[in-house]
């Protein structure tokens, strides 16, 4: 490649990028009540509008604009440290709060789906998660996001988090505590390859791109016998349908958070491997990078 068609390619896309960051300002003006300073605001509207997105906030509320926000936070932010240190081993070993936090605040948004596309297909686990004694299990509970969500979400459910990052489970104790759900959210600083409950959980959530490969069978295994009888686990996987553009972005993406080889048909093997029934992955909305494959014990 020359340096012109260097050149060109990186002019035809810095656009882009910057639009992404430009759209994160907008979204945290909106989420937080703040307004941006006119020039600025005025000129990022041009961008958007330049790239196509002039529109895309128009009935953008507080409340839809967090999620959005927070994953172009932890996009961002995991862009800007592999341009700062390109040497730096894959793996999910960052320690910043901002950044943690970001982490935290998407997996919170998977409940929404969670509750309304997800759990209704999986058999009886609707009513498994609103019974007394229900109880859920949040491999890599980060800083316990995911966690405080389906906690308020069923609230009948107990929650035991698992996670041997000491930055993230410092954080994760901060957060349940503020959110008032010392009670119901169990914290332990551990890997899942140290987890040794038996039948103690209706059902388990594994965000494999997280776990380095070799643990990923041993996760299974252990995650099984955790599950009560008819329990059944959720992992993630990549899904192969998006356009190759996107399937190689978060095949880097899922390669720095630890795992980038998590195909939903290799998730699907080990799982049944692992002695799990009714395996399946679930339908994923149009454009989605992620695949959801479900098994039960």
Not at 46 to 58: H, S
Not at 182 to 211: C, H, Q, T
Not at 260 to 271: M, Q, R, W
Request: hydrophobic share 50%; no cysteine.
């Amino acid at each position: 490649m020359s340096v012109q068609a260097l050149r060109e390619f990186i002019n035809r896309h810095v656009a882009s990028a910057t639009g992404l960051a430009a759209l994160g300002a907008v979204l945290g003006a909106r989420a937080t009540g703040t307004p941006l300073e006119p020039t600025v605001a005025a000129r990022i509207q041009d961008l958007l509008a330049a790239l196509g997105g002039g529109d895309l906030l128009a009935d953008v509320g507080p409340d839809d604009a967090r999620p959005f926000l927070a994953e172009l936070r932890l996009s961002l932010g995991i862009d800007a440290k592999l341009l700062r240190e390109p040497v730096r081993p894959a793996g999910w070993s960052h320690t910043e709060p901002e950044l943690l936090q970001a982490g935290g605040d998407v997996s919170a948004g998977f409940v929404q789906p969670l509750s309304r596309l997800v759990v209704p297909r999986l058999e009886g686990l609707a009513d498994r998660l609103a019974a007394p004694g229900a109880a859920f299990l949040d491999v890599g509970v980060g800083v316990a996001g995911l966690s405080i969500a389906i906690a308020r979400a069923w609230p009948a459910l107990q929650v035991v988090g698992i996670d041997p990052w000491a930055p993230s489970i410092a954080l994760a104790r901060d957060n349940v505590a503020r959110a008032g759900l010392g009670d119901r959210i169990e914290l332990r600083a551990l890997g899942v390859e140290a987890l040794a409950d038996e039948a103690a959980f209706d059902l388990a959530w594994i965000p494999i791109p997280f776990l380095p490969a070799p643990i990923v069978p041993i996760a299974y295994t252990h995650v099984r016998r955790a599950l009560r009888p008819g329990g059944w686990v959720l992992v993630s996987a990549i899904n192969p349908n998006v356009d190759p553009a996107s399937l190689a972005f978060w095949r880097l993406r899922t390669t720095l958070f630890g795992n980038g080889e998590v195909s939903p048909v290799g998730a699907e093997a080990h799982l049944r491997d692992a002695g799990f029934v009714d395996v399946h992955t679930l339908p994923s909305p149009p454009g989605a990078f992620l695949a959801l494959v479900a098994g039960r014990r």
